[in-house]
């Protein structure tokens, strides 16, 4: 069954700090990975998209990287704000599914000042 | 230009009664996908809408629910006598493309269903 995990559930962080969450994915034949920002209450936002052939990819101060051998992603946020408080949810999409999207669980993340 | 709407944006009904839940989305996509995020869980795929293809209905979780697409524009969601196990949040998207790629879907801020 395609699955998508993410890790870890939910962190902390200072504000100004780095952070890097993680994504363990089985869906295959792949096509692409994504990142969303979910703000409480608002539906999720796209950080990046990447294909197999993609190691890494940024969006301001949000980077995404992509071993597509080993499966994993992570989503790299530098010098977080607070703004930055949200799920982040690691999206997988399959090849020949209709863009039909396999959604991780979500990191839940909390920037204090 | 507009993004995608949804209404309502909650929605309290008593167990066994029917709601319908509408999606807006961006006018000229194609593609229409309803999901459904329970508390604390990912996002689940309910139903997808591409054109005038059958819809794939693979992700309903009973026969309660259905959607339907008029127009290739508007959707709405129905659940048929309402369990308290419905209570989530009812997302819509919507894409300019369907079939792989990176055709990026586009949310709308959802419905909260809560069913006592």
């Known amino acids: 069954k395609n699955q998508v995990e993410q890790s870890p559930q939910s962190l902390i962080i200072l504000e100004g700090k780095n952070c890097t969450l993680q994504?363990?994915?089985?869906?295959?034949?792949?096509?692409?990975l994504r990142w969303y920002k979910q703000d409480t209450g608002r539906g999720p936002v796209s950080l990046t998209i990447m294909t197999f052939s993609e190691n890494t990819k940024s969006n301001g101060r949000y980077t995404a990287t992509l071993d597509a051998d080993t499966k994993q992603s992570s989503l790299h946020i530098t010098a977080s704000q607070l703004s930055d408080s949200a799920s982040y949810i690691c999206v997988v999409s399959a090849q020949a599914a209709g863009n039909k999207l396999t959604f991780g669980g979500g990191t839940r993340v909390l920037v204090k000042p | 230009g507009a993004g995608v709407s949804q209404s309502p944006s909650n929605k309290v009904t008593e167990k066994g009664k029917d709601v319908e839940l509408r999606c807006d989305p961006i006018s000229g996509h194609t593609a229409l996908y309803w999901y459904r995020q329970s508390l604390g869980q990912g996002l689940e795929f309910l139903i997808y809408?591409?054109?005038?293809?059958?819809?794939?209905k693979s992700g309903l979780p009973s026969d309660r629910f259905s959607a339907e697409r008029t127009g290739g524009s508007v959707s709405t969601l129905t659940i048929q006598r309402t369990q308290q196990e419905d209570s989530a949040v009812y997302l819509c998207a919507s894409s300019s493309l369907a079939g792989g790629g990176r055709h990026e879907q586009f949310f709308g801020p959802g419905t909260r269903l809560t069913v006592l």
């Open positions: 809408f591409q054109g005038n293809s059958a819809p794939d």
């Open positions: 994504c363990n994915y089985t869906v295959s034949p792949f096509s692409n």
